[in-house]
């Protein structure tokens, strides 16, 4: 009897949960069901039929007129993006009456599904334009170009990976960003009396022989000349002038043995840019034992040794004359030194410019 009615208050209690749990899923059902018309459906009843491309470059870049997309601000015309298949191109002087004074970012590179597609070899570009922005014909074939001299501003990258061999910057600009020139192959550049400032890289990967820097100049960045290497120069040193002093900014020989002058010029040097005699080994960059020095002599008048300026060489003696004051990252790194005597003229030594295992020893 006892086991029976156990029996029948355990079968309760199931029926009794069994209840319970059905009022539940009956309640969250009827509220489920309750529910406003999802919003994922009214999202859905409110898009808008598929653009073509020509709506949505306009979305994109603003109104085209010709081969270029555009847009009015301050009752000036920026130029957004070139749509045309010309490799030739003239940028206008006005749209729609109103003057084009921008060639705004990205406006020349031009790619397809992903891949560059067009690549312009001339630009003549009109003298109403005040700024040309980042990136603006970066990766382009453009061997001269003729900046107008109603420019002020040049951005990052603007020429970018080109092919230019000769530069004039106009007598208006006063800043050039940083790689904004990178990778051309220029060998000469006339720099103007306006500029002010030069980013870090402006310049780097090109093949100059000389390089005049104004005195206007407040601002040089860092490695604005940086791998300027030729062979084909016929200068021994590749050199940049600024305050009637020299640093060198290329050296274009093999010679193992390396004596760097006092003067050149008839000028001082007193600077060793960055990468120098630095190998730094890459695609771009591809280094043997026939492009690494044994030994250099450094005169009494340098006063900054570059970053990576004798990265990865075959130096096995060095002097450092009393008369340098900065030795920058990675200056001497990757060379079978020894040791080092460090003058008391030093003021800073950057990060990694010897190895860890060559001896210091000041002076």
């Known amino acids: 009897m006892k086991e029976e009615k156990l029996k029948m208050k355990i079968r309760g209690i199931i029926l009794v949960l069994i209840a319970v749990i059905t009022i539940l899923a009956y309640k969250q059902n009827k509220a489920w069901n309750t529910v406003e ?127 230019l061999t000769n530069l004039t910057i106009p007598n208006s600009v006063k800043t050039i960003e940083e790689s904004a020139f990178h990778w051309n192959q220029l060998t000469h550049v006339i720099l103007p009396n306006s500029l002010e400032i030069i980013g870090d890289e402006a310049f780097k990967n090109n093949k100059f022989v000389k390089v005049v820097i104004p005195d206007s100049v407040k601002i040089i960045g860092e490695n604005v000349f940086e791998y300027n290497k030729s062979k084909d120069n016929k200068e021994l040193f590749s050199i940049m002038i600024h305050k009637n002093e020299v640093t060198i900014i290329g050296y274009n020989h093999n010679k193992k043995d390396v004596v760097i002058p006092e003067k050149i010029n008839g000028l001082p040097v007193v600077a060793i840019g960055s990468s120098v005699f630095g190998n730094f080994s890459c695609s771009c960059h591809p280094v043997s034992d026939n492009d690494k020095i044994s030994s250099v002599l450094i005169p009494e008048t340098i006063r900054i040794i570059g970053k990576g300026a004798f990265f990865d060489n075959k130096l096995t003696n060095l002097t450092i004359p009393n008369s340098v004051k900065i030795i920058d990252v990675a200056a001497f790194a990757r060379n079978p030194l020894k040791e080092i005597i460090i003058p008391s003229s030093i003021e800073t030594i950057g990060k990694y410019a010897f190895d860890e295992n060559v001896k210091i020893i000041k002076k």
């Open 37 to 163: 018309e999802p919003v994922v459906l009214k999202q859905f009843n409110n898009i808008t039929p598929e653009l073509s491309y020509e709506q949505r470059m306009e979305e994109m870049y603003g109104e085209r007129i010709g081969d270029f997309h555009y847009r009015v601000e301050n009752d000036e015309a920026i130029i957004t993006r070139y749509e045309g298949d010309k490799f030739n191109v003239v940028i206008p002087k006005k749209i729609k009456g109103f003057p084009v004074v921008i060639i705004d970012e990205y406006s020349f590179v031009i790619f397809n599904q992903g891949e560059r597609f067009l690549k312009i070899n001339s630009v003549v570009i009109t003298n109403t334009v005040k700024r040309i922005n980042d990136s603006a014909f970066e990766g382009n074939n453009l061997t001269n170009i003729i900046l107008p001299n109603s420019l002020e501003f040049i951005g990052r990258s603007a020429f970018d990976g080109n092919n």
